[in-house]
């Protein structure tokens, strides 16, 4: 097989024009990396990242009580200039999964570039742990990946359920959150940042994962129990954390998802439950604190 991985050097302080940008792809491209994935997987509206996502539907997902949360690794792949692919994802594994999910990655020739938890709490107890790659061969990648999933139970590709949550006011929540959510497993929103995000010379679009995202899933009676993560640099950490806490949410991680990003970025996993609403105007508050975009 293939190495999957190559790395030259990292790219803190290089100057924007020596970055490689993602070029434009179709549909055809990715044909095979599809096929290794089971037919998972789409190409964006404008041609730049190939992504699948692969939800723990397997698992009876609950925190403090709220069942029914499903969370999904996901794999997104960018071509550059170069002819090389760039692959980054993220492996949902349980806790008795995660040392053979470990042993997919670093047998594949994949990076691990961050092990943690998103979630406080909850049952079963699951880890996520960021993968990444680089090949001018597509297919090893998807290989590789498709090894890591192989190293959980994951059960294969299904549509996510994209019924309206019932009993939340999402036009009042979509308002406060300046943006308007999708309905996917839950009311789920995704902001890009400002800034021109590189790793490792080449140009990270948004949608390998650097976003700050939330989930909110209806409890009834007009609350909700939200998930998610803000991305941050390291001056934005502080006053978000504070936003969050006068508005009630929880933190849950702090933590970095790459080995060489730039600039150096943050995540940081929140949880709480209570009037959706109420909730809503705390991100929205932690939001103008930090340097996003629209809504991704």
């Known amino acids: 097989m293939a190495q999957a991985l190559t790395r030259t050097r990292a790219t803190r302080g290089e100057v924007p024009g020596a970055l490689q940008h993602p070029v434009v792809t179709r549909p055809a491209d990715w044909q095979v990396v599809a096929e290794e994935l089971d037919g998972a997987g789409h190409l964006g509206a404008d041609g730049i990242v190939y992504r699948a996502t692969f939800p723990r539907y397997d698992l009876n997902l609950s925190s403090y009580g709220v069942s029914g949360l499903v969370e999904a690794s996901y794999a997104a792949f960018a071509r550059y200039p170069d002819g090389s692919t760039m692959l980054m994802g993220d492996v949902v594994a349980t806790e008795a999964e995660l040392q053979w999910v470990t042993d997919a990655v670093q047998g594949h020739g994949l990076e691990q570039s961050a092990i943690h938890k998103h979630l406080l709490a ?4 699951l880890w996520w742990t960021h993968v990444r790659g680089v090949s001018t061969d597509p297919v090893a990648l998807a290989f590789a990946m498709r090894a890591c999933l192989d190293a959980t139970a994951t059960p294969g590709p299904r549509d996510p359920d994209r019924t309206p949550p019932a ?4 036009a009042a929540i979509d308002a406060a959150l300046g943006a308007k959510g999708v309905s996917e497993d839950g009311y789920r929103f995704s902001f890009a940042r400002k800034e021109t995000i ?5 140009v990270v679009p948004p949608a390998m994962g650097v976003t700050t995202s939330f989930t909110f899933h209806s409890v009834g009676n007009g609350r909700a129990a939200v998930s998610g993560d803000f991305v941050l640099t390291a001056g934005e950490v502080q006053h978000v954390i504070k936003a969050l806490r006068h508005g009630g949410i929880k933190v849950v991680e702090l933590h970095n998802h790459a080995l060489s990003d730039s600039p150096r970025l943050f995540y940081l996993h929140l949880w709480a439950v209570g009037h959706a609403v109420s909730l809503a105007r705390t991100l929205g508050t932690a939001k103008a604190a930090t340097s996003l975009g629209a809504n991704s």
Do not use: Q
Not at 167 to 170: A, Q
């Open 122 to 125: 909850h049952r079963p107890t």
């Open 167 to 170: 009993g939340l006011d999402t």
């Open 198 to 202: 590189s790793d490792d010379n080449r």
